[in-house]
């Protein structure tokens, strides 16, 4: 039998992950960056063999893989795992894959999800399954409104033709630290409006619409609302939006599994009151069947059945340990205090998104490369 070496797509990794195919990771990434980041998965089993100690030969590695799993070969950018991948076909192993682009196309990649109707159409969340970012498109009678998007416009552009639908609102709930945002160029593609709260505008170098609290941007024949509710605490400007008057898109104020970190801006303690009260008091007086959609999430395990990452506004404050917080000093301590590693390259990123760097391609690449940290807990 002639061995073949294969080659998934990350679609095609994160399509087994949702249907809880097992594999095994053989990830060939330096030990430091495999620890802080990686393909993760129900009954993925993982082993870290960095690939400069492959180069002499894979015969001492091939006792420690399975021979009965598709076995899935992954580093930062592809080469060095298709080079591991050829080795152990040659080996002897029959079922053996690498990742097309690595861990770069990893974290690149973005899978929509359909979360529910709203009036003459539907709400969409795409996930960012590589990094844990969320963006979100509404689609309303032939015209959509793209919220929180990522730098890969033709991926939203594409979805709209798909769609039938032109984008006329694009919006930033706040501005962003963990990725660059696709905001200004998806607009300009477009010829849409690009919304940004004004709070956390003071330094960008370029022209937007303001978005403040109490604002209503309207699409399709319907005109269903997308409601602007500030909602401060990560950044002073964070905005939520309640759509349709069904789903509250939080941004990063509030996840699945945690809350926003106030942090990445440098002025936790006084950031912090502002995340407590949008919390404990603006968000309470929400309807308690909202369906809440975050900007970000930490853990595989907050997406549900149906592939999506929401709750029940409801839900959340029975479950989330940051809604559970009832002393006001032991919650400020919580989330000033002991905090997760911010996001790589974020002051970086705050500078891109204010406009006031411009980096190419494989610069912004690096710039994101890892897990968006915007959690207190993640």
């Not at 592809?78 to 974290?107: H, I």
């Amino acid at each position: 039998m002639e061995l073949t070496l294969c080659a998934w797509t990350p679609a095609e990794v994160y399509q087994r992950i949702e249907r809880r195919e097992p594999f095994f990771l053989l990830d060939v990434r330096n030990e430091d960056a495999f620890a802080k980041w990686r393909i993760e998965g129900e009954g993925i089993e993982a082993l870290n063999v960095p690939y400069f100690d492959l180069l002499d030969g894979v015969e001492e590695l091939v006792p420690q893989l399975p021979k009965d799993r598709d076995i899935l070969v992954v580093c930062a950018k592809e080469g060095s795992s298709k080079f591991v991948a050829e080795e152990l076909v040659k080996a002897g192993l029959n079922r053996v894959a690498y990742l097309q682009g690595g861990m770069r196309a990893w974290s690149e990649y973005l899978h929509p999800v359909k979360v529910g109707d709203v009036a003459g159409g539907a709400l969409y969340q795409f996930l960012r399954v590589g990094k844990g970012c969320l963006s979100y498109a509404v689609v309303s009678n032939g015209e959509m409104a793209v919220i929180d998007p990522a730098r890969f416009t033709d991926v939203y552009l594409n979805f709209a033709r798909e769609q039938g639908a032109k984008v006329r609102a694009v919006i930033d709930t706040h501005l962003h630290a963990d990725h660059i945002s696709g905001g200004r160029a998806l607009a300009e593609a477009a010829g849409a409006t690009y919304y940004l709260p004004p709070d956390d505008a003071t330094e960008v170098t370029f022209a937007y619409e303001p978005l403040r609290d109490g604002d209503e941007i309207r699409i399709g024949e319907s005109r269903i609302a997308i409601r602007a509710l500030h909602s401060p605490g990560h950044t002073p400007g964070s905005t939520s939006l309640v759509v349709d008057g069904r789903y509250l898109l939080s941004g990063d104020i509030l996840f699945v599994g945690s809350i926003g970190r106030p942090d990445l801006a440098g002025r936790a303690k006084e950031f912090a009151p502002d995340l407590r009260r949008t919390l404990y008091e603006t968000y309470r007086k929400l309807p308690d069947d909202l369906l809440v959609l975050p900007a970000h999430y930490a853990w595989s395990s907050e997406v549900n059945e149906a592939g999506c990452v929401c709750a029940r506004l409801a839900e959340l404050y029975a479950k989330n340990p940051g809604l559970r917080i009832e002393d006001e000093d032991a919650f400020l301590a919580t989330v000033t205090e002991n905090l997760p590693p911010q996001p790589n390259a974020y002051q970086q990123i705050r500078m891109t998104n204010m406009g006031k760097l411009a980096p190419n391609a494989d610069e912004a690449s690096e710039m994101e490369i890892g897990p968006n940290r915007c959690a207190v807990h993640g």
